[in-house]
């Protein structure tokens, strides 16, 4: 029995659930997940103990928002895949195709590419000069960063990067250089490119290939 001079008994804030809504809006999956977990770790406590803890709503909050969170998340990263990092590493086919005669799906990888005559003679020379592709692999050595490092989207995504490859061809191993443009400055018109601005073919005994050709300018 309680006196008028005793404080009334308050069932205080599950400490669960203010974890998991701070964890349900964290920076990565894994605390989004752990929102959702703390969440119902929250309910079960609060179920456990009536009337001692209570944040049985903001538990609720920390799942739906964890679970939203961790779908934004898994989805963005399926669209990265699929849409950004396949085109990354498609220097390679593209340019099989192109020696196949499939000049849209070569070009198709350009922010800018050249005319089709142009884009024409730059695909037979490869193949006069090495003839078919029959495979690829990515050259692991280091390139050089002619980028600004602070050349950032968002402060930690790149603008824009180099990639390297090795060309494999019957008779010849020819490295080939790409130069991939996630996003444009505003001052070079701005907006999200996602696509290369050139690739370079080296050789060293007949003369690196470039495409699109230096001396063509970007419309």
């Given at each position: 029995?309680?006196?008028?001079?005793?404080?009334?008994?308050?069932?205080?804030?599950?400490?669960?659930?203010?974890?998991?809504?701070?964890?349900?809006?964290?920076?990565?999956?894994?605390?989004?997940?752990?929102?959702?977990?703390?969440g119902?770790?929250?309910?079960?406590?609060?179920?456990?103990?009536?009337?001692?803890?209570?944040?049985?709503?903001l538990a609720w909050v920390a799942i739906v928002l964890g679970l939203l969170v961790t779908g934004i998340w898994l989805g963005g990263?399926?669209?990265?895949?699929?849409?950004?990092?396949?085109?990354?590493?498609?220097?390679?086919?593209?340019?099989?195709?192109?020696?196949?005669?499939?000049?849209?799906?070569?070009?198709?990888?350009?922010e800018y590419p050249s005319d089709p005559a142009s884009t024409g003679t730059f695909l037979q020379t490869i193949t006069d000069r090495y003839g078919q592709m029959h495979g690829s692999a990515h050259d692991t050595s280091e390139v050089k960063e002619e980028e600004d490092k602070g050349d950032q989207v968002f402060?930690?995504?790149?603008?824009?990067?180099?990639?390297?490859?090795?060309?494999?061809y019957d008779q010849h191993t020819i490295p080939v250089t790409g130069r991939f443009v996630l996003f444009r400055h505003a001052d070079e018109g701005g907006g999200f490119v996602n696509r290369f601005d050139w690739i370079r073919l080296h050789d060293e005994e007949l003369g690196d290939l470039v495409y699109p050709s230096p001396s063509e300018p970007n419309p």
């Amino acid at each position: 029995m309680t006196t008028a001079d005793e404080p009334p008994n308050r069932a205080v804030i599950s400490p669960w659930a203010l974890v998991g809504v701070l964890c349900s809006v964290g920076v990565c999956p894994v605390f989004t997940i752990a929102g959702v977990l703390l969440g119902l770790r929250a309910l079960v406590e609060i179920r456990a103990h009536p009337g001692q803890i209570r944040g049985r709503g903001l538990a609720w909050v920390a799942i739906v928002l964890g679970l939203l969170v961790t779908g934004i998340w898994l989805g963005g990263a399926v669209w990265w895949q699929v849409n950004v990092r396949s085109r990354m590493s498609g220097v390679p086919a593209a340019v099989a195709a192109g020696q196949r005669g499939d000049i849209a799906e070569f070009t198709g990888i350009f922010e800018y590419p050249s005319d089709p005559a142009s884009t024409g003679t730059f695909l037979q020379t490869i193949t006069d000069r090495y003839g078919q592709m029959h495979g690829s692999a990515h050259d692991t050595s280091e390139v050089k960063e002619e980028e600004d490092k602070g050349d950032q989207v968002f402060g930690f995504l790149p603008a824009a990067g180099d990639f390297k490859w090795v060309l494999l061809y019957d008779q010849h191993t020819i490295p080939v250089t790409g130069r991939f443009v996630l996003f444009r400055h505003a001052d070079e018109g701005g907006g999200f490119v996602n696509r290369f601005d050139w690739i370079r073919l080296h050789d060293e005994e007949l003369g690196d290939l470039v495409y699109p050709s230096p001396s063509e300018p970007n419309p």
